[in-house]
């Protein structure tokens, strides 16, 4: 948990200096596949991830992923993503360097891409001249291609004295999409285990942090929170690739009727 007791430290110092832009350095991972790996997840529906990034010298696996289904492209928290084709839409669940990138934002915009984000995150925003929507946790939108609950996404535990890295007061949010073909997914952001979202149901596949360390839920919370939600596929994010042993452990604590799906694929 080196990484994580470094990485705390980081964005603690970050957020005194304009939540970490200075601070924290995002790159693209030496030990990324070059091949962006992908699964099914309904028919014409799949989940995309570009793998590894580095922050600052820790090569991480992120929360960044595209999710596609009939006509539609989503991108939730693009943070280096390569060789990509335009959003359609592209949500942000909040304004820290690792799940938001305006150099990745900017490359994925066209004419009518629509941008959805919360209220952090549209304060980096202002130069983008795309639709922006600002959002809040526990609301509902309804979109031409799918429609969207908004969960709450905070931490419960401290990262140093009283400082948490995710607030409740910033708003930040994780997202319940649901598409046309009746497939609902939902991404958690950065968030602890928390009662908000623990009446969350009919969930077909959860993206869950499990790096714990005072940012998010652990492997254990993790586990919990999937085994309650009961989803037919989880897929573990926000950790770092070394620690295999976190994969191990959410592994054998999630219900073994779920499926497991390890997107990092070291290189």
């Known amino acids: 948990m080196e990484f994580y007791r470094f990485y705390s ?27 962006p790996q992908q699964v099914t997840i309904g028919e014409k529906t799949t989940l995309t991830t570009w793998g590894a990034i580095k922050v600052n010298n820790a090569h991480f696996f992120p929360s960044s992923f595209q999710l596609k289904a009939d006509n539609a492209t989503i991108y939730i928290d693009p943070v280096e993503i390569e060789n990509v084709e335009p959003a359609d839409y592209i949500l942000i ?29 549209s304060k980096k925003l202002r130069k983008v001249k795309s639709q922006i929507q600002i ?9 031409e291609d799918f429609s969207m609950e908004t969960t709450f996404a905070y931490n419960t535990k401290s990262v140093f004295l009283w400082i948490k890295a995710h607030p409740k007061s910033k708003e930040n949010v994780g997202y319940v999409i649901t598409l046309k073909n009746g497939r609902r997914v939902y ?11 623990e009446d969350l ?15 998010t839920m652990n492997t254990r ?34 219900n073994e009727r779920i499926r497991i799906v390890t997107l990092n694929s070291e290189y």
């Not at 991404?187 to 009662?195: C, E, L, N, R």
């Not at 149901?201 to 940012?215: M, S």
């Open 93 to 121: 669940t909040h304004a820290h360097p690792d799940h938001f990138s305006l150099k990745d934002i900017n490359g994925l915009l066209k004419e009518e891409t629509k941008i959805i984000c919360s209220k952090g995150a």
């Open 201 to 215: 149901a009919e969930i077909d596949v959860v993206l869950v942090p499990i790096g714990g360390d005072n940012l």
């Open 135 to 143: 959002v809040k946790p526990n609301q509902r939108l309804e979109f």
């Open 221 to 254: 919370e993790a586990a919990m929170i999937v085994n309650k939600i009961e989803p037919n596929m989880v897929i573990p994010m926000h950790y770092e690739i070394k620690n295999s042993d976190e994969l191990n452990q959410f592994g054998a604590l999630v």
């Open 9 to 35: 430290l980081t964005l603690f110092a970050g957020l005194m200096v304009n939540q970490g832009c200075t601070m924290v350095k995002i790159t693209i991972s030496e030990k990324r596949n070059p091949i």
């Open 187 to 197: 991404h958690a952001g950065d968030t602890d285990y928390i009662p908000e979202i």
